[in-house]
């Protein structure tokens, strides 16, 4: 049996940890560039951006009350989206029960509580 020399181990293990290193490096800057801001992610969907859509929603529904605000107007104002105004009374909704004031007049602007589901 072929016994390896100090080097070759040593050189074997620096080139693991600097592929595992490239690895994470370029896993991390994946991550950051998903994570846009909600005000990115509006003008993405105002230019037809449907994953900016769905980076906006999947927000909304974990209960970013900026992003179910921006919504509500995204789905009122057909900003990037076919006008929708039933979406646009839900977001509101979500949003006004968080509290966001904005949302509270343009939720009653769109349409009656009694209304909306």
């Known amino acids: 049996m072929k016994r390896l020399s100090v ?9 693991y940890c600097l592929l ?15 994570h846009r801001t909600v005000d990115e992610l509006c003008r993405a ?8 859509l ?3 929603r ?3 529904s974990r209960g970013d009350v900026t992003a179910q605000f921006n919504l509500g107007e ?5 900003d990037g989206v076919s006008k929708n105004p039933e979406l646009a ?10 509290g966001d004031t904005s949302a509270q ?12 589901s």
């Open 7 to 15: 080097r070759t181990v040593l050189s074997v293990f620096l080139s």
């Open 45 to 52: 969907v105002h230019a037809g951006d449907a994953q900016a």
């Open 58 to 60: 999947d927000l909304g």
């Open 89 to 98: 009374a839900q977001w509101y909704r979500k949003a006004a029960e968080q």
């Open 54 to 56: 769905m980076e906006l």
């Open 105 to 116: 007049k343009s939720f009653g602007t769109t349409s009656p509580m009694e209304n909306v």
């Open 20 to 34: 595992a290193l490239g690895v994470a490096t370029g896993q991390q800057r994946q991550s950051q560039a998903r």
């Open 74 to 78: 995204i789905y009122e104002n057909s």
